[in-house]
């Protein structure tokens, strides 16, 4: 098997970059193993539904959050707790990747969060573990900066997903990433309608979701 990708870019109109944000409801935090192994299940299980059947395999580093330099770590240590360093998470073989930070709950993400209850009826829904989240004091955020290739599109997504389902949390978005309307939501629930166009209310995701199935194919279409 070639180890080699047909890697075609593109960017999702102007924006530059788009984030879903991980709200842990409860205080474990798994190893990076952990992770990537419910992460590689859930990409795997997302290219077998599309017709792709070629096996993938998600990796990750650690970095200094300044300088950017490889930092010395083990996949069986827990997920970043610090704010000096971020997980970067990449294929071997393709071009790019999607960086994940952990972020101390401020006040202001307090006061943030009071509103969206008041004005979300899916924040509202979910209130009880939005509280628990504020408490445990920290969230991580997963973000992909524009001109990524559709894989890492696809899956900064499905690691969020992956990490929330781990930590008994809610994904959240309001930058674009996906349809605002959608947010917060459960892991399963994600599951269901990220990615698919057939689940797609705005016509941008449905657009954006189809050109990204169409690029997959086209990238793995020789193996």
């Known amino acids: 098997m070639a180890s080699t990708w047909i890697n075609i870019?593109?960017?999702?109109?102007?924006?530059?970059?788009?984030?879903?944000?991980?709200?842990?409801?409860?205080?474990?935090?798994?190893?990076?193993?952990?992770?990537?192994?419910?992460a590689n299940v859930n990409i795997n299980a997302y290219l077998s539904k599309i017709g792709i059947?070629?096996?993938?395999?998600?990796?990750v580093n650690l970095r200094n959050i300044?300088?950017?330099?490889?930092m010395k770590f083990d996949e069986e240590d827990k997920i970043l707790q610090n704010e000096t360093s971020y997980a970067w998470f990449y294929f071997p073989a393709v071009s790019g990747?999607?960086?994940?930070?952990?972020?101390?709950?401020?006040?202001?993400?307090?006061?943030?969060?009071?509103?969206?209850?008041?004005?979300?009826?899916?924040?509202q829904k979910y209130k009880d573990i939005i509280a628990k989240n504020m408490d445990l004091g920290y969230r991580w955020i997963f973000r992909k900066t524009g001109g990524q290739a559709a894989l890492?599109?696809?899956?900064?997504?499905?690691?969020?997903?992956?990490?929330?389902?781990?930590?008994?949390g809610i994904i959240y978005s309001d930058d674009g990433a996906w349809d605002y309307s959608k947010f917060p939501v459960m892991v399963d629930e994600f599951l269901i309608w990220y990615f698919d166009p057939e689940f797609a209310a705005k016509e941008d995701d449905k657009s954006f979701s189809k050109q990204c199935i169409s690029i997959l194919k086209h990238e793995m279409s020789e193996y």
Do not use: M
């Open 9 to 38: 870019e593109f960017d999702r109109r102007d924006v530059v970059s788009t984030t879903f944000e991980v709200l842990p409801g409860k205080a474990y935090i798994p190893d990076y193993r952990e992770l990537l192994a419910l």
């Open 53 to 59: 059947h070629r096996k993938i395999k998600i990796e």
């Open 66 to 70: 300044t300088s950017h330099d490889l």
């Open 97 to 123: 990747g999607t960086d994940c930070y952990y972020h101390r709950n401020l006040q202001i993400n307090r006061d943030v969060w009071n509103d969206e209850i008041i004005t979300n009826s899916d924040a």
């Open 152 to 168: 890492i599109a696809l899956s900064y997504g499905l690691l969020a997903a992956s990490l929330a389902k781990l930590t008994d």
